[in-house]
């Protein structure tokens, strides 16, 4: 009922900017929270970003000062510019979304995720 789709990710040298950009679409009566995960070969998905339908933003210690998360609330799209890329980046990124879908359900939303790789 309800799809995330990411694109934007890649391959960046250190040091270099990606810019991820993720659509909800579907059955959507409204939509909270949105935000970012990543999870890197043998650990567990962490939060990187999140940005609140009012707009109040919440960030990983790791990313902070380096990325910034923003939202089109018309157009139901998150987006997340990162800049100052390290290695340790290096992950796959997932979108996610808290969606309420009618006056009874919420649903917790997760795009297919996409690759972003930090190396020289």
């Known amino acids: 009922q309800v799809q995330l789709v990411e694109s934007g990710g890649g391959l960046v040298q250190p040091g270099g900017s990606l810019r991820l950009h993720c659509a909800a679409s579907?059955?959507?009566?409204?939509?909270?929270?949105m935000g970012w995960y990543r999870q890197a070969p043998g650990m567990e998905r962490e939060l990187v970003a999140t940005?609140?339908?009012?707009?109040?933003?919440n960030y990983a210690d790791s990313v902070n000062g380096r990325f910034t998360i923003s939202r089109d609330y018309a157009k139901n799209t998150v987006y997340l510019q990162m800049n100052s890329l390290k290695p340790e980046d290096t992950a796959v990124y997932y979108c996610?979304?808290?969606?309420?879908?009618?006056?009874?359900?919420?649903?917790?939303?997760w795009g297919q995720g996409t690759q972003v790789t930090v190396s020289s």
């Open positions: 579907g059955s959507i009566f409204s939509i909270y929270t």
């Open positions: 940005v609140t339908s009012g707009g109040s933003t």
């Open positions: 996610n979304a808290r969606i309420r879908i009618n006056f009874t359900t919420l649903t917790d939303s």
